[in-house]
Structures are given as structure tokens and as C-alpha cells.
């Protein structure tokens, strides 16, 4: 994993911090894996920053699903009320559910008439919008990109390279490589969708984050998605954008990643930020592709678009509008990347810098080779936790700095990452490299 | 769906309800089935009432997620407090989860050590557990039972027959018919098992809802699960007991259903009542199962055991011990299973009555004929809510009456239904049965 935890090095931690992770081994086991060297616990969070049991802030440039800011007194609010008073399922009528749904769609420009459906994930709802494509094209091919991550059910897994060969992809999956320069990637969806049906197998849908994050961060330049739709539609398939990452106005200048392509996808899949941390994911779709799954394959999903996580929700939006965070992702993005930018330019280690609103990516490459270094990736990463600032990677080769803070990042706060990032990376040319962490 | 409302009699409903339910269909599509022939919409809840927008109360006989009563403050207050102080994800460290993954565990028998992870659904608990037995045994085959419901991800929904003929089983899947008097159901299981083996498929697992609740509740007699176990074992299989309807001290003399019969699963999953409505779910099982697919296959659910959602289950688990819910589910599930077989007994409609603490089934037949009879126990369920005390129907026939209250369900309560179900029961055989609802 990306920035994890090494047990090897539990030695050097503080005897309460070495006790909390041996009771957290023995009861969650290995798959509940901490990020840095250095393991952090949290004792609160506002705003873009969290702070640690004694008091010290650290600046919060990583999480993506506290959307508006940690502890938002508004969403806070929200909940609480909502849940002193009811929280139910949808089989019974409530107002919010249908007037947030109605709230949801008018940020989606589908081409036609379209609904939605609630779930609690991200996972749950690519695992949806894959049951409907198999429904409606009656196929069940799947194209997604190299590194890709849709999710953790058995359905998704399968088809999310990112989660190493631990994970067999299914047979019906075909990947293809990350848009890159140099990469015809409109062509390379056609020859997947070719291969599979050489295969025998139907195409149900291209998926695609519209960010492409864990594959690097690949915004750009906004419209090479156009003609992919095309062509999955001519395959028989649906286009399936998940905005689990890219959605909710991380780019600024559009709601959805999707709009910054100038493309109407089938179906959208969305979910981190969309609650601030409470469980709330979806889809919306055209209608008959909705219409039609829900007809004939029933779907009731307990928890999702209960009148709590919906109070959530649409305090978010409330928030988002309120506070014209979409504004401030656009401009405060841009001077990050700006910032970043900067430090690439004088740094060896940094290299191309990748971006749209909040979410810029960094490439970090080791100087003497020129290759894309996953180690030096954690070094910085690592360093910037020791100095309080919390960023991770990712990618193939997880070398590529993610930073992707919560909406209301300011300038100021740009500035303080800048400093610590300018530091680290000065840091790291005037020393031999630390070993890297175990895989 | 059985208890469904059929948009077909919109005509008699009041003209706001009737928009309401024009805006759901159009945001929100054909999935979002309505309980009820006349559809409820509820303003409030507390403890085992909900209210509609008029302060009219109902006794809610039906809702198993609100398990330590509707709007509880211990767990209104916990919450508030938590998304108040922090919420992120189980990256960084928290004794929060650690400490609840503790006491969750105490109250679980593997036979050995065991682990806990944290989904936010019962779909993606019992998604999950179908991973880690796949992964454990390399074998794909599941046994379910002939109309079990294991949730809505595609690899659960593939093995959940009671979803109907709209969603096909998987070529893996077998099923058996549901425990009941003169079904030999060890047998049918080892049956399954071979058939499995002679179609060259390996079984992963069986997997069972401990009271068999969508099969119409058949919890007795207690001990019939200990035979399966072997033979699941034998033929290279996992028994995964799905404790999200049967756990929490439902059945009243047991934390969980698993244990009513003297069994240790290899693997639990729980959801439902866990967070009183927040989503949380999960699962335990042995240790080597749960590290070894940890280790292998990674795992990591962006909202799963986050600190909002734990702090929910810990005050839920709070509110069991304080109030002493197990014993009350006990006592007053005893309370209510004889006094809905006092009325079967003068009812020429109503048949055997099961149960087991909190969650009681009754058959419904047609007195005529002796058959199960869905269009009745529609009428009673449909009584019922007239008369504002909700319950629904199960079963695959949708004739078995299914109550399962809030744990705090008391004496009293149990007056007021049996006083309306005598009620609709002596209506319903004085008149022409009303036409039952669409399918």
C-alpha cells in the first residue's frame, strides 16, 4: 500500500501509541492498515486542520470526504436535528429524500430525464451502476484503466487493478492505459471493446473516474473523454462516470468531473464528500435505465437515503453554495498548483505537475535515473507528517504526491503547505535517500 | 414486493400525498416501492412510536433498525458529540474503534481468536464474508436457503432468491429448502454440497440468516444449525451465519442467533440494529481467515468503523446493557408470541406462530382452502396500519405475519397490537375479502 505502515518499525513509537496499534492488530488484523512511518491519532478536526491528543494542528491538505471543512457546524447541526426527530427507510414517504434527489439532479446534465438511487458507499454505488448496465445491455465486459479503483464489493474488486494481483481481475475485465500524452486513449477503448467481443463477451460499460486519481491524476486536456463515449456506445455499452473522488465542485469549475469533458454519461457514481464523512452515496442515470432495473430486479438498500445521511447531504450542498466553495476551489486550486509548480521547477525530484481544482498531483522522480520513484514519494510524504502536513501519494508506481484538501483550503493554507513541501524537498537533495517502507 | 403500495389506487389518496408521491416517482424511479396500500409519512419517532405530520401516534411492531427505540437522546447524543469533535477514517489511529471492536468480539463464541471489520451495509458485510471464504477456500459454491435474503451488492444479490426471478441466481449457487417440520434440512444441505462437487464446483460456503427470516421466521427447534456445520466443514466449506436481522440481542436469550443453536460459524455478519440507524455493519470471524485475506487482498471502506458511526454502536450497545434490552426482549417476546397465539387459536385465518424473543412470525390461510394465503396477511397488514399499528409480511407465499419491534417493546404494547390485530382478524371474517394488492 501507498504511504503505509511498516510494523517492522513499531520501535521507535511512543509506548502508548506501540500499545493502541498492538490491540488494533490483534482485534481488525491486517487489513486495517495505518498510513506513515509514523502513525497519527486524532483527537479532533476543524476547518482544513486536525489535531493531534496534545493540541498540535496539522494541516489537513489529504482528505477529500470532510468536503466542507471537518466538524462543519452546519452539517453538525443538521444531523443532530434530524436525528432527535426521525430516521427512517424509504418505504415510508418523507419529503427530504424526494427534494434532495430533485436538488442532486438539477447539477447533472444527462441528455434526457434522469433519477436517483441512494446507497451508503462509493463501492455500493459502482456495484449498482454495474448491475444496471448488465441489465440494460444484457453484456457483462467491463473496460476500466490500468490502475483503477471502483471499489471494495466482490462485483467492483474485480475490476480495480489498483488493489494489486492479490485481486484476480474477472475475465470479463479489460484494461487499458491511463490518458497520457502520447497515449491515443480514445483508440485503446476501442480495441478493449473489440477484444471483448473477439471474446465472446458483451460490453455492459466503460468506467472511468473522471480525475482518473489513482491512476496519477489525469485531468488533462478536459475533453478527451468526448470521443470515448462514442465509441462505448457504438460497443453496445454504457458509459459509467464514478465522481466518487472527482464530484461534488473538487474542480471548481464544474460540479461533476464529467462536465469538464463536455460529455453526458449514462450513469454517475458518486460518494465521498457527499455527506462530509456520514455514509451517503448514489447514482443518478437516465431514466429508463433506472426505470427499467428497478422494475424488474427490485433494489432496497436499508440505510441508503435514510433522513439522517440526507440531512447530511444536503447541508453540504447548503455549505457549498453558502460559502461559494466551488469559487474557492477554482482560485485556491489554482494557486496551489501555481505553488507547486514553482517548487518543481527548482527541485530534481519533482517533476510534471497535474491538477484541477482541488486535486493536484506531483510527480516525483529520482534524480540520477529520471524514473518515477515511489520511495522518494514517501520520503516526502513522511516528511511533510513530521512537519505536520498531511498529503499522501498515488499512481502505479505511488509516486505521485496526491493533494487533494477539503473545499475550504485558502490561499493561506497554500502557503503553509508550499513552505513545508519547499523545505522537505530541500531537505531530501542535501541527504542520502531513507530506506523505503515495505510494500 | 409483498406490502407494497400499488400506484394504481393513487385516485383515493389526499391530493398532497398524491403529489408527494409523483415527485418520488419522478426523481427517484421504479426501485422506491412504498410500504402500504394507503403509504405513511412520518414526522417524528420516539421510542416504539412513530408520528405522522398530524401527531397521530403508531405503534411500530416492524422496525428492527430503530433497535433501542426511535430517536434515542444516548445515541442522538453520542453522535452529536462525535461529528462535533472528529470523524475521519480508520488510516489514522482512534481508540474509538479499537475499543468497540473489543467489545464486540467479547460477545461473539468462534472457537478461537477472532477479528472484526467494519462495512457500512449487511450487503457489504455479507459481500465481504463471501470474499474471505472464497479467498480462504478457493472455492466459489454457496448453499442459501430457498427464499433467503443475503442483500443487494451483485455477488449477494446472485444468491438471494427471495429478490424473485428478475434477478437470477448464479451458476454457483444452490439452494435448499427452509428449515420446517418434516424437512430433513442437514440432509438437504449435504445434497447440495455433492451436487456442488459434481458439477466441479468447490463450495465457499453456506450461508444463513440464524432465524431464517425471509424464509418466515423458523427459529425452532433450537440446535437443528449443529449438524450443518459439520457437513459444511467436511465438504471443504465456511458456515457464515448472517446475524443482520437475528442479532443483538433479538432473540432476547442470546446476543446472537448463531448461539441459540450451540454453533460456532467461522464467520458473522451483522448490520442492521447496529448503529440504531446509522450505517454500520460488519463482520467477525476466526482470525487466519480474517488476516490472510487482509494480507492478500487488502481491504479498505472509506466510511466503515469510522468515529460518527462507532460512536453510534457503542451508545447503542450502551443503551442494551443500561436498560437491560435482552432480558426485556425475553421476556416481553414471550409476552407476545402467546398472546398472538391466543388469537390464532379462536382466528380461522391465523396458523402456527413462531419466534424467538423479539421477532415473531404468523401464518396466514386462506380459511377456505387451507392454503398460505399473501392477499390476507395483506389485508391484516393493511388493517393494521389503519388502525396505526405497523408490522408487515414475510415469507415466500407473503403470508406470514412478520412482527419485530424496537427492543424496548413492553407489555403495554403488546395490549395495544393484540387488541388491533383481534380487531382486524374479527373484520376480516365478517366480510368479503377486499382484492389483494399487485404483486
Known amino acids: 500500500m501507498v504511504n503505509g505502515y511498516d510494523g517492522a518499525r513499531a520501535a521507535g513509537l511512543p509506548p502508548a501509541t506501540r500499545e493502541l496499534i498492538q490491540r488494533r492488530e490483534a482485534a481488525l488484523g491486517s487489513a486495517y492498515r495505518l498510513f506513515y512511518a509514523d502513525p497519527v491519532e486524532f483527537a479532533r478536526g476543524a476547518g482544513v486542520y486536525l489535531y493531534d491528543a496534545s493540541g498540535q494542528p496539522y494541516l489537513d491538505a489529504y482528505n477529500n470526504v470532510p468536503s466542507v471543512g471537518h466538524s462543519h457546524p452546519h452539517v453538525t447541526e443538521a444531523v443532530g436535528r434530524q436525528l432527535a426527530t426521525l430516521n427512517t427507510h424509504t418505504r415510508y414517504l418523507t419529503d427530504g429524500l424526494v427534494s434532495y434527489a430533485e436538488r442532486l439532479l438539477a447539477t447533472h446534465q444527462l441528455g434526457?430525464?434522469?433519477?436517483?438511487m441512494f446507497t451508503c458507499t462509493g463501492s455500493e454505488a459502482n456495484d449498482l451502476a454495474l448491475r444496471i448496465a448488465r441489465h440494460y445491455t444484457g453484456g457483462t465486459g467491463v473496460i476500466v484503466t490500468a490502475n483503477a479503483y471502483h471499489g471494495v464489493t466482490a462485483a467492483v474488486a474485480e475490476l480495480s487493478p489498483s488493489l494489486g494481483t492479490g485481486v484476480p481481475l474477472g475475465p470479463h475485465v479489460r484494461v487499458v492505459?491511463?490518458?497520457?500524452?502520447?497515449?491515443?486513449?480514445?483508440a485503446s477503448v476501442?480495441?478493449?471493446?473489440?477484444?471483448?467481443?473477439?471474446h465472446g463477451v458483451r460490453l455492459a460499460a466503460f468506467l472511468a473516474d473522471s480525475l482518473f486519481s489513482s491512476d496519477g491524476v489525469r485531468p488533462d486536456p478536459a475533453g478527451f473523454l468526448a470521443p470515448v463515449t462514442d465509441i462505448v456506445h457504438q460497443a453496445g455499452g454504457l458509459y459509467i462516470a464514478d465522481e466518487v473522488q472527482s464530484g461534488f465542485w473538487r474542480s471548481g469549475t464544474h460540479a461533476w468531473g464529467y462536465q469538464r469533458h463536455g460529455i453526458a454519461p449514462d450513469l454517475v457514481t458518486m460518494g465521498k464528500p457527499m455527506g462530509n464523512g456520514l455514509p451517503i452515496a448514489g447514482l443518478v442515470g437516465r431514466r429508463e435505465l433506472l426505470d427499467g432495473f428497478g422494475r424488474t430486479a427490485r433494489y432496497f438498500n436499508t440505510f441508503g437515503g435514510n433522513p439522517v445521511c440526507v440531512a447530511a447531504a444536503a447541508a453540504v450542498l447548503d455549505v457549498i453554495e453558502g460559502e461559494d466553495l466551488a469559487a474557492n476551489a477554482a482560485d485556491t486550486g489554482a494557486y496551489l498548483k501555481d505553488a507547486v509548480t514553482r517548487l518543481a521547477a527548482d527541485s530534481p525530484v519533482l517533476g510534471e505537475v497535474r491538477g484541477a481544482g482541488l486535486y493536484v498531483g506531483a510527480d516525483v522522480t529520482d534524480p540520477a535515473t529520471g524514473a518515477p520513484s515511489g520511495d522518494l514519494a514517501a520520503?516526502?510524504?513522511?516528511?511533510?507528517?513530521?512537519r505536520r502536513v498531511l498529503i499522501s501519494a498515488t499512481g502505479p508506481a505511488g509516486n505521485v504526491?496526491?493533494?487533494r484538501p477539503p473545499l475550504p483550503f485558502a490561499h493561506e493554507h497554500v502557503d503553509q503547505l508550499a513552505a513545508v513541501l519547499g523545505e522537505v524537498l530541500a531537505g531530501l537533495a542535501g541527504q542520502t535517500l531513507p530506506p523505503g517502507p515495505a510494500a
Do not use: E, H, T
Open 112 to 116: 434526457g430525464p434522469a433519477q436517483a
Open 177 to 186: 492505459p491511463a490518458p497520457a500524452p502520447g497515449v491515443n486513449f480514445a
Open 190 to 198: 476501442a480495441w478493449a471493446a473489440a477484444d471483448l467481443r473477439r
Open 379 to 386: 520520503a516526502v510524504v513522511n516528511g511533510m507528517r513530521d
Open 401 to 403: 504526491l496526491k493533494i
